[in-house]
């Protein structure tokens, strides 16, 4: 029998999405997602204004800071933070990220005055992958949306503690479905993208698809996303 759609409140999650949200998050970690994070991580290599745009234009927030202060940003971020960040336990970045975000926000660096939330937790998110999920509204809605409460809008905490509730509650369909990967498949995805890192990427993507966003995935990924599994099938 065909294993049937996970129920989270309003939301019925099918395992033929499951194998979506997976295959974009490993086409994104083996792209520029995984690249930009280990040139992040690199300390000994500074972030200048340059790297910063790159990284801005990929994450989509270039928009979120205002004109003429991206070298001071890439300054900040380069001195103050990537250290910082590196060397947090993994309980106090919730906690550091919203100051963070705050405090640019004081810094008048942001578009309109707005909380940098979704730029910031991505910037953490590169240095710290298995540790920070990036923060976006889209998936704050999905949220609400599966468990049925309001997540206040830049409340990182509540999020971050909300999207490994959903992370968790994905995660034995997500295993049963890699379980259905051929064996070559499965060791080749393992030396590309740890496990935790895996799940934690594709639960992210599966709340984008809750939230009504579209994969640009070509048919010739999909097929051959779908030639790595051997059962299952839906």
């Known amino acids: 029998m065909a294993p049937s759609a996970l129920a989270l409140g309003r939301c019925k999650i ?14 994104c970690w083996k792209g520029k997602e995984g690249q930009l994070a280990t040139r992040l991580q690199t300390s000994d290599i500074p972030i200048d204004e340059d790297f910063l745009r790159c990284w801005l234009i990929h994450w989509m927030v270039a928009l979120n800071i205002r004109i003429g202060v991206r070298a001071d940003l890439a300054d900040y971020l380069d001195k103050c933070i ?6 947090a336990p993994e309980t106090v970045l919730p906690d550091m990220i919203e100051i963070i975000s705050r405090n640019m926000s004081e810094r008048g660096w942001t578009a309109n005055n707005g909380r940098p939330t979704s730029l910031v937790s991505k910037f953490a998110f590169s240095l710290r992958p298995t540790d920070v999920s990036p923060y976006d509204s889209r998936a704050r809605c999905a949220l609400e949306k599966c468990y049925n409460f309001r997540l206040r809008a830049h409340d990182y905490k509540a999020y971050w503690s909300a999207f490994r509730r959903f992370a ?6 997500l295993e049963r479905e890699k379980g259905n990967m051929t064996e070559s498949y499965r060791k080749e995805l393992e030396r590309n993208m740890p496990d935790k890192l895996f799940k934690l990427r594709t639960a992210d993507k599966a709340l984008m698809l809750v939230g009504g966003f579209q994969f640009q995935i070509s048919g010739e990924d999909y097929c051959a996303w779908e030639g790595a599994f051997v059962a299952g099938r839906q």
Request: charged letters at 40%; glycine letters at 0%.
């Open 14 to 27: 099918k395992p033929c999405e499951i194998r979506l949200a997976a295959l974009e998050a490993v086409k």
């Open 168 to 173: 968790h509650d994905i995660e034995n369909c």
């Open 82 to 87: 990537r250290s910082k960040v590196l060397d």
